[in-house]
């Protein structure tokens, strides 16, 4: 426990290290707040007019399709309507009719709406008596929130293995490597601690991260523990690895590089594209964040079967990532 504590401490010093900590505590705490944000007023037309310019059944009906502002001068109205921030609409008496302003920075949709107003308004009339059936609008992002709640956690749980891969790296450019092979520690010993570094921190972030997004419950929080414990203990096995083969610094950043972009590319791409083809299917379950990523969003879904199959998927790369580690870590020694 004791060394345990140092390698933690050692580790609390290092701030990339820190910084892959706390990141995907903050994308989690940013994603839970824009969850809560309601951006449906970003859409929403609003008009500005001049006062005792417009008849009020004109402006009764603009306040049909959004807020009316009323302005005191032409160029409070000008003001207005240029205001960067803004995509308000002029409006102002032409005739019978009306015309519109805008400054020209708008979005499309705000042109084209002052583009066809003033038509709009000559035919009120007639469009009137046409029956309008308002769609809701949808949500573009709304399919993509879960998904990014997956990656950020699946982020989190393999953060693991950068703690593990910098630490060791770290020790071999300081000579801390050295001495540790003349301690009296067991090889065991000196792998067990390795792994739980890297297993604590990606567990704790998982964990932390999980609560900010989600207010689990009964079976779904105990898989998603589940998820969190096997995913974790893959990633430190796999930056054990890394760090076992890493010749320096900037090799070992690249490793790492690599492997994370796997990580986060072929779950997200599977995703997207929606893979089908069994065979296809069975080589993105190579790279272990594919089961992690899937079982996240099962227990989103409410589905607690392909949860458990991800898990037991999770728990074959833990073994093969263990001995693959043992193998390596033999192969070394003789070669040192």
């Not at 290290?17 to 969850?35: Q, S």
């Amino acid at each position: 426990m004791e060394a345990l504590r140092y390698q933690l401490k050692s580790v609390g010093h290092d701030k990339f290290c820190l910084m892959t900590f706390l990141l995907p505590i903050v994308i989690a705490a940013v994603l839970n707040l824009a969850g809560s944000l309601d951006l449906s007023s970003l859409g929403e037309l609003h008009f500005g007019v001049l006062e005792n310019d417009l008849p009020v059944q004109a402006i009764t009906w603009l306040e049909r399709y959004g807020p009316v502002m009323a302005c005191t001068s032409p160029k409070e109205l000008i003001d207005a309507v240029n205001e960067p921030s803004t995509n308000l609409i002029g409006v102002t008496a032409e005739g019978n009719g009306i015309k519109t302003m805008v400054s020209g920075d708008e979005i499309d949709i705000f042109l084209q709406t002052a583009d066809i107003l003033p038509g709009l308004y000559e035919q009120r009339n007639q469009a009137a008596q046409i029956k309008v059936q308002v769609l809701e609008h949808p949500n573009i992002l709304a399919g993509y929130q879960d998904m990014f709640i997956a990656v950020t956690l699946m982020v989190a749980m393999f953060m693991g293995c950068t703690f593990n891969a910098m630490n060791i790296i770290s020790e071999k450019e300081d000579g801390i490597a050295y001495i540790n092979e003349i301690l009296p520690m067991t090889y065991g010993q000196y792998m067990m601690q390795k792994i739980s570094v890297g297993f604590i921190c990606g567990s704790l972030s998982s964990i932390i991260a999980a609560c900010i997004c989600f207010r689990l419950s009964g079976q779904i929080a105990a898989l998603m523990l589940v998820l969190i414990i096997f995913s974790s203990f893959v990633a430190a096995l796999i930056g054990l690895l890394l760090g076992r083969i890493s010749d320096g610094l900037m090799v070992g950043v690249i490793y790492i590089k690599i492997v994370m972009l796997v990580f986060m590319a072929v779950p997200i791409i599977s995703f997207l594209v929606g893979i089908s083809n069994p065979f296809l299917s069975a080589i993105c379950y190579l790279v272990p964040s594919q089961a992690a990523f899937e079982g996240i969003m099962g227990l989103l879904a409410g589905n607690l079967t392909i949860a458990v199959k991800d898990v037991f998927i999770l728990l074959a790369h833990s073994l093969i990532c263990f001995c693959l580690y043992l193998s390596v870590s033999k192969w070394k020694g003789k070669n040192l």
